[in-house]
């Protein structure tokens, strides 16, 4: 999957995203965004702010709570890929046990 990143001043982002210039430096302080070598500008996945908007306008979570929900949520994501890459190796395991195929490392199958 293609990451797309976009470098913006913290004045554009607010106005575009309708956050206020200080939460978007609290949401840096925090490491929930990152600042561009550029004064006053972020880099960030538009993905990811449009996330972070959502948890914090729409659904009123505190910047604290999105840290732990952001946490939690690629930790599930690293939990699917280890679940996809052990389901090939069971799945590798099956076939030769069953004597139809070699054993090939499981990251290849993916």
């Given at each position: 999957?293609?990451?797309?990143?976009?470098?913006?001043?913290?004045?554009?982002?607010?106005?575009?995203?309708?956050?206020?210039?200080?939460?978007?430096?609290?949401?840096?302080?925090?490491?929930?965004?990152?600042?561009?070598?550029?004064?006053?500008?972020?880099?960030?996945?538009?993905?990811?702010?449009?996330?972070?908007?959502?948890?914090?306008?729409?659904?009123?979570?505190?910047?604290?709570?999105?840290?732990?929900?952001?946490?939690?949520?690629?930790?599930?994501?690293?939990?699917?890929?280890?679940?996809?890459?052990?389901r090939?190796?069971?799945?590798?395991l099956?076939?030769?046990?069953?004597?139809?195929?070699?054993?090939?490392?499981?990251?290849?199958?993916?």
């Open positions: 999957m293609e990451t797309h990143i976009l470098t913006i001043s913290f004045r554009d982002c607010a106005a575009t995203y309708g956050l206020s210039e200080h939460d978007l430096r609290e949401f840096v302080e925090l490491g929930l965004l990152h600042q561009a070598e550029a004064p006053d500008t972020l880099q960030v996945e538009p993905e990811h702010l449009a996330r972070l908007v959502r948890l914090h306008q729409d659904l009123s979570i505190n910047k604290e709570g999105i840290d732990v929900i952001l946490s939690m949520r690629q930790r599930l994501l690293d939990l699917q890929e280890e679940l996809m890459r052990q090939a190796r069971a799945l590798q099956e076939r030769v046990l069953r004597g139809m195929g070699p054993i090939f490392d499981a990251d290849e199958w993916l």
